[in-house]
């Protein structure tokens, strides 16, 4: 009785499918061979349907056991991490670019603090121009990148 509550769990769920639909067709297919009433072309042509079916189910199991060990992989770096605190490469670079142009088109104080600002001002020329007609305040400060306050400085927030 345990078996059938486990096939009745398993069907409403979705679950091995495949592997009762391949027993069913088994039976069948034995009891109406055994008693002559299909032809034999018929038999081999299910048999081959079932077989079919089998394989592509044993493709789809391979690609959720792949899924399933890179997400193992991944939750054993992070658990590693956090139990070991070790640090990983990835914890030192953004994932993406903050949206500095949307603050900076409503600011009223932009307040810039960086070793050289080259880039910075070549990406945001047409903003801070905007700003300024607008009569919002723009404060520019290089550092020297070989200071002691450089090398201490913590990193800005993101």
């Not at 391949?22 to 034995?30: R, Y």
Request: with cysteine.
């Amino acid at each position: 009785m345990r078996w059938l509550r486990r096939i009745g769990r398993d069907l409403s769920q979705g679950r091995n499918l495949e592997v009762y639909l391949t027993v069913v067709i088994a039976l069948v297919l034995g009891l109406l061979g055994a008693f002559s009433v299909v032809r034999a072309e018929v038999v081999v042509a299910v048999i081959l349907a079932t077989l079919g079916l089998l394989a592509l189910s044993t493709i789809i199991s391979r690609d959720q056991l792949g899924a399933l060990q890179t997400q193992v992989a991944g939750l054993s770096a992070l658990v590693e991490q956090k139990v070991l605190g070790r640090a990983r490469a990835d914890d030192f670079f953004l994932a993406e670019k903050p949206d500095y142009e949307t603050r900076f088109q409503s600011a009223h104080t932009i307040s810039i603090v960086s070793c050289t600002l080259s880039r910075t001002v070549r990406e945001y020329l047409g903003v801070f121009e905007a700003r300024l007609r607008e009569g919002a305040q723009l404060r520019f400060a290089v550092m020297d990148p070989t200071a002691r306050m450089m090398v201490e400085a913590p990193a800005p927030p993101a």
